[in-house]
């Protein structure tokens, strides 16, 4: 009996297309190495670089090819993985009318160093960051909670917080019983 | 040193503002740190709204989430919902009909002009001149009837599906939506009248808050702020999505960047609201409103950010899929988040007074800074 | 606009004569938008989402509904309880209770658009205040017969 072939299950992967033009080759040589990879994923660009050259390569594009709009600074956390935290980074050029993503992985516990030298928008979101995931920035002016109080245990957008942990926590202590959520 | 030595030689003050101050539209605290009438510093203190979005949306089906994101700016509810449902059509690879899109554009417009009049209504209370806040609310009431009509809820309208709309227009929709465009350019008139040459609405804005364009790029502002200061940074220009492109209408620019440009700024949008308000009502194309969209909703694995101009700036949903039902990540990127970072470089040198009126014309929605 | 003419408008408060102009036109009975409320309850449109209602079968009074679930499954605040109990003779589910938590509920209407049969259906009531949070979860009953708004005297 011949073997039906089997139908192709989900990719397991981002099924990215690799991103070729100007941008990336003058990426890549400027940083060589450091460049992991530049793909290309529902017709939006981005790079993916090694930890330390992620404020290297936006103070280069920002000086070098006009991205001088930093969008947004987030951050993606994957807890199976060695590296754990996946920082990115949106970035805009007016003059291209142009955005594209630099991303990179560190893991738990390591301190990467702020985007605030090079765009001040970094600042609160940085903070932001650090209030949801965790993760420290070195150099940034002021490192500390943002949308949550100070005494808050825990940083929420960590896969492993539950989304009904705090209030769980709540009920126990104040009101001595079990939360029925 | 004495008690009254400290006291007459220390020239600063630390006064606290809000969270509950009727100016700051919602629980912001803002402290300054005064010299006399002048401000040498601030810090804003948010979160006291902070329900957790993201988080959710991570708990979410991408369906189910939907109505959430209205809740975040909860005066322009319309365009968060538009941005979602353009986000996940990214990563999915849906496009929604052309019927479907000329009406987004139609609600979303909409919801700008009931945006900006609320803007319009709440600055001038904060300013001093009462009047104008009633005239805006009986405008944006018509708009909110139109909401209220076409999808059954006139603030946090849920009124878009992934994919393109839940519900058909309604008899008379188009009448309803010109009889409104009509009606709001002569209504527009009449607060120009009201404002734009009074003495003291022109002399509290003048001036006030200036932010120039390197500094916007700078602090990541968008929206009208950055277009008062220069920069013809729109979107709907930029990038067009659900089908602006075949709309004429021009973005409106000022140089100063001070309060009273971003004043006129807003006022000039809603006349290129009602342009292309006009325009996209005579030509609602026949057809579907909904694209085949699977019962079962799982993006494949993979990212996308797809951002729209929204009333208050360019606001930008980052949605990471790992190909099951719920998204692994939804990042909101809150256009009156960045904007509001700016204030600290808008009320430098300020007086105490303007920071009221700046804080009234950066237009922020606590809600989204908060989320 | 010249030095003098300036100078004539801010002598004469021209500005503030021209809003006062402004008001005055508005102040005529047709401007008139305030709604008397609650003597006059204003009329909200057709696809108003408010109060839920069970449907009953108007022929014979019986429910609509046929305890499929979707409904609680299609909520995001997951605030619907279906019960249901399989009938020996018909072998079909028999609804035996429904709860649903109008307090916790954003009118979204996902639920009504899950509803296969149009049993459950946002209504045109808005007066949902109830002097507790237990009488926000209303049960099978006050789903069928809707809430009592207090009518008022005008
Ligand atoms: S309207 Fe929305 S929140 Fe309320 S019960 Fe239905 S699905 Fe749930
Ligand atoms: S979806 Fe409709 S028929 Fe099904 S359980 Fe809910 S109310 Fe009943």
């Known amino acids: ?181 | 040193m004495s008690t009254a030595e400290t006291f007459l030689d220390s020239s600063e003050l630390v006064l606290n503002m809000g969270p509950q101050h009727p100016s700051t539209h919602g629980v912001l605290r803002v402290i300054l740190k005064l010299d006399g009438e002048k401000v040498i510093g601030t810090e804003c203190v948010i979160g006291y709204l902070h329900r957790g979005v993201e988080k959710i949306g991570e708990n979410r089906t991408y369906v189910m989430f939907a109505p959430y994101v209205d809740r975040m700016d909860y005066i322009s509810a319309v365009s968060n919902g538009l941005g979602y449902c353009l986000a996940v059509e990214q990563l999915g690879g849906y496009v929604a009909p052309p019927r479907a899109q000329t009406v987004r554009v139609i609600l979303t417009e909409l919801n700008r002009i009931a945006s900006h009049l609320l803007w319009l209504g709440t600055h001038a209370l904060d300013v001093g001149a009462i009047t104008p806040l009633f005239y805006t609310m009986r405008e944006r009431e018509e708009v909110l009837k139109i909401f209220e009509n076409y999808c059954g809820a006139r603030l946090t309208t849920h009124a878009f599906r992934i994919g393109g709309l839940q519900y058909e227009l309604y008899d008379g929709f188009e009448d309803q939506v010109r009889v409104f465009c009509e009606r709001m350019l002569t209504k527009l008139d009449e607060y120009e009248e009201l404002l734009t040459g009074n003495r003291i609405w022109v002399n509290r804005l003048t001036g006030v808050g200036i932010i120039n364009a390197a500094d916007c790029k700078r602090y990541g502002v968008t929206g009208p702020l950055m277009r008062a200061a220069g920069v013809a940074a729109d979107l709907r220009k930029l990038q067009p999505y659900s089908g602006y492109e075949q709309y004429d209408f021009d973005i409106p620019t000022r140089v100063n960047g001070d309060s009273f440009d971003r004043y006129v700024i807003r006022m000039e949008e809603i006349r290129q609201s009602v342009r292309i308000l006009r325009q996209a009502v005579e030509r609602i194309p026949t057809g579907p409103v909904m694209a085949k969209v699977a019962k079962v909703l799982k993006p494949a694995i993979g990212e996308a950010y797809v951002s729209v101009e929204a009333p208050k700036g360019e606001l930008g949903y980052f949605i990471v899929s790992d190909g099951s039902l719920h998204p692994y990540r939804m990042r909101v990127r809150p256009p009156s988040f960045l904007n509001l970072q700016a204030l600290t470089e808008m009320c430098k040198g300020a007086l105490v007074a303007d920071v009221v009126a700046i804080i009234g014309t950066l237009d922020i929605v606590l809600g989204e800074v908060d989320r | 606009m010249s030095k003098l003419k300036q100078l004539f408008r801010t002598f004469f408060l021209v500005d503030l004569l021209e809003g006062l102009w402004v008001t005055f036109r508005n102040q005529h009975p047709k401007h008139i938008y305030t709604e008397q409320y609650p003597s006059e309850r204003p009329q909200v449109a057709e696809r108003y989402r408010g109060a839920p209602r069970l449907n009953n079968n108007p022929e014979n009074n019986e429910t609509l509904c046929i305890s499929c679930n979707l409904c609680a499954i299609a909520c995001p605040e997951n605030l619907i309880v279906v019960g249901w109990e399989r009938n020996p003779e018909t072998k079909r589910k028999d609804l035996i209770q429904f709860t649903y938590d109008v307090s916790r509920c954003m009118f979204c209407g996902l639920c009504e658009d899950a509803c296969p049969v149009d049993a459950l259906e946002l209504t045109q009531d808005f007066e949902l205040a109830s002097y507790t949070r237990e009488g926000q979860v209303w049960d099978r009953q006050m789903l069928e017969e809707g809430p009592y708004p207090v009518k008022y005297k005008s």
């Open chain 1, 1 to 181: 009996m011949p073997e039906e072939p089997k139908p192709a299950g989900p990719p397991t992967q981002m099924a990215s297309t690799l991103w070729e033009g100007d941008l990336p080759t003058t990426v890549k040589a400027a940083f060589g190495e450091r460049l992991l990879e530049s793909a290309c994923y529902v017709n939006q660009n981005f790079f993916v670089v090694q930890a330390d050259a992620v404020i290297p390569l936006i103070e280069f594009l920002k000086r070098e090819v006009d991205f001088d709009f930093l969008v947004d600074l987030t951050a993606v956390d994957y807890p199976k993985r060695a590296e754990r935290f996946e920082l990115v980074y949106i970035l805009y050029s007016y003059s291209r009318n142009e955005r594209i993503r630099v991303k990179t992985s560190i893991a738990d516990g390591v301190v990467p160093a702020t985007a605030t030298t090079v765009h001040t928008t970094a600042n609160w979101l940085e903070r932001e960051v650090f209030d949801m995931f965790g993760i420290r920035f070195a150099g940034h002016p002021e490192m500390k909670r943002i949308l949550l109080p100070e005494e808050w245990v825990g940083h929420p957008l960590r896969k492993e917080y539950g989304i009904t942990q705090m209030d769980n926590n709540w009920v126990k202590e104040n009101l001595g019983i079990e939360s029925g959520q």
